[in-house]
């Protein structure tokens, strides 16, 4: 039996069983953003054996990112972080599948990319791409693995947009009438630890796992708080808006 990266790996079989190892598989899985958050998580999908990736982001690799986004090196400065991250996963997983959209997230391409996955990771650093998602995520019942990361916190939410269970909160949910608080939280406001990065981007990542196994407690209808400066992770209920303009 083949065990790469790609392969059904006997250690993932095991944790995951065989039908969630081929679930994964046959998932096609939207990133958009493939800064901090993306590059962790579609570095740790391609290692899980996912199959199928479509990586969204019109951003060039800086010397700012390389302190703690991983699939970018001096070399890659300049360069299109889809288009590099793609080759990357590609040599670690060949079996992969990688579609890589070197563009800005808008109301159009975006519900055509939103259609086509099975599900969406928001791994995005501004305010009106995580909005934009969560709408299309909502009007075409995909699921929504959302994260955010600034300094040493950061927090993960997951939209189960696809059972269509009308009393499941959204994000526009969380700061109705305040969009400057939303804006705030969810835009990287300083530098950021990698630490901090990977720890957001493994929730993120554990939570299809967990979608697709039905293995352990989700984080649906919660917000899960990360702090790596005082090792506290804090699950929040979250409480649907009855005037929500988006699932209300």
């Known amino acids: 039996m083949a065990t790469g990266a790609g392969a059904l790996h006997p250690h993932n079989l095991e944790l995951l069983g065989k039908e969630g190892a081929e679930a994964l598989k046959e998932l096609r899985i939207l990133i958009v953003g493939v800064g901090g958050l993306g590059s962790f998580a579609a570095l740790e999908l391609a290692y899980l054996g996912a199959g199928r990736l479509m990586l969204v982001d019109n951003d060039r690799v800086s010397p700012s990112n390389l302190n703690r986004q991983v ?65 299309l995520c909502y009007k075409k019942r995909k699921p929504l693995i959302s994260g955010a990361v600034g300094g040493w916190e950061g927090w993960v939410a997951t939209f189960p947009f696809h059972k269509e269970d009308e009393s499941v909160p959204c994000l526009e949910c969380l700061f109705p009438g305040d969009l400057e608080t939303l ?56 409480t649907k808006n009855p005037s929500c303009s988006v699932c209300s």
């Open 183 to 238: 804006r705030e939280i969810s835009e990287i406001s300083g530098p950021t630890l990698v630490t901090t990065v990977a720890a957001v981007a493994n929730f993120q990542v554990t939570e299809l796992l967990k979608l697709l196994t039905q293995k352990g407690e989700t984080l649906e209808g919660k917000t899960l708080i990360v702090d790596t400066k005082n090792y506290q992770c804090v699950p929040v209920r979250l």
């Open 71 to 135: 699939l970018y090196g001096a070399s890659d400065v300049g360069k299109s972080k889809v288009l590099v991250a793609a080759k990357k996963l590609r040599q670690i997983n060949p079996a992969l599948e990688v579609e890589a959209f070197d563009a800005r997230l808008t109301k159009a391409n975006g519900a055509y990319l939103v259609e086509r996955a099975d599900v969406v990771f928001d791994c995005t650093d501004n305010f009106e791409s995580k909005r934009l998602l969560n709408l």
